[in-house]
């Protein structure tokens, strides 16, 4: 089965392995930053990532390196044009799909 796309911030569960995540900077970024927030909303871990849109597999590390406990967690991109902030939008994340089912309303994937 291949992997779903869902938009955060709908947690994801972070079990100690890599989790691929897609995300898009503002226009105009030179900068972009992916921050991971734990399950209480707490800012965990930031990584500088590049400017131009594309996916990242993510190690859970916290902001020390540290290896992050199992749980969920939450992400967003912050962009910026040199040191001025520009916006923080969602990150999203791919998942494993465990069903296809196909419907009088169309294709739905089960994660």
Known sequence: MGRAR?????????DGTPVTLSYTAASGAARA????????????ARQ??????????????SITGAPLPAGRYT???????GEDPL???PVQH???????RAGPEGATVIL
């Open 48 to 61: 500088d990532v590049s400017p131009a849109a594309g996916t990242l597999d993510w190690t859970p590390l």
């Open 33 to 44: 930053v992916l921050v991971a927030y734990d399950a209480e909303g707490t800012q965990v």
């Open 87 to 89: 916006s923080e939008t």
């Open 75 to 81: 992400f967003a991109l912050e962009s910026y044009a």
């Open 6 to 14: 869902g938009a955060v911030p709908a947690a994801v569960q972070v």
């Open 94 to 100: 791919y998942a494993g799909g465990t069903e296809k």
